[in-house]
């Protein structure tokens, strides 16, 4: 007999959709076992997933109260499907009722995490920066591209303001070509490369990555370093919800198990 939960067959697709996202974890988690004990493991942990994920599933969709489709309008913009969407808030709704009102946390409550957690809380190596980028596309050869950033490197060292001509050249311009705040890995590497090599106030040459070429502007550069409580507590206060909220999906899920009739091949 399939595994079921309350006469729903749960796929196999389920589990192993679950499984390929607590794999590498595992496998970290369990260094040094044998590679049968991990698969045991994954096997079991991902089958209880998919039963708690099929449980949130059957609850949200048996209340009647309806989403409204304005909600599910803003929640767009993804690759999601509006039936997901729509899932996906039933189920968030769900749980705000077992987790009843989740306000800011306490300000005592975030200085004791912050003061357990220092260690841990990094700014990590950073750079202000911004860039030229003109893209290979099929509209657009390699050639294309090379000589149209070319020519911008030109104007810039002819004088031009960096953020003018990113505004009038780059295929991704507005605010100067301005990318905020970037960290190792956010951008491919060849791009970690450049902007992490650029003293502050300087402008690269012209180089390659999988986008296309770019031209970067360093404004500041900063190395990694502990977080103070102020650049911390927003994240914390985060934290602490996604906290309480967890404990509240385990409660739900609770619930829902000591009413639901699971069949186990």
Known sequence: MPLTVNGTPVPESLIEEEASRMRDHLYRAMKGEPQ??????????????????????????????????????????????????????????????????IGTPKLKEVNEYYRKHR?????????HAAHILKRVTDGATEADALAAIKAAEAEISQGAAFEEVADRVSDDGGSGGNLGWVSPGQLPPEFDTVAFSLAPDSVSRVFRTVH??????????????????????????????????????????????????????
């Open 36 to 101: 049968a004990a991990i698969e045991k493991r994954l096997h079991e942990w991902s089958t209880e997933n998919a039963i708690e994920k099929t449980l949130l599933r059957q609850a949200a969709l048996a209340d009647p109260e309806p989403i409204p489709s304005a909600l599910v309008e803003q929640a767009g913009g993804t690759d999601e499907s509006r039936h997901d969407i729509e899932l996906r808030l039933r189920i968030e709704r769900l749980i705000d009722r077992y987790a009843g009102r």
């Open 119 to 127: 260690a841990q809380l990094i700014i990590p190596e950073r750079v």
């Open 212 to 265: 296309g070429f770019h031209i970067v502007k360093v404004y500041q550069h900063q190395t990694e370093r502990p977080s103070s409580f102020d650049e911390a507590r927003a994240t914390i206060e985060n934290t602490l919800i996604d906290q309480k909220r967890q404990k509240a999906l385990e409660r739900v899920v609770d619930f829902l198990r000591t009413r639901a009739i699971i069949t186990r091949e």
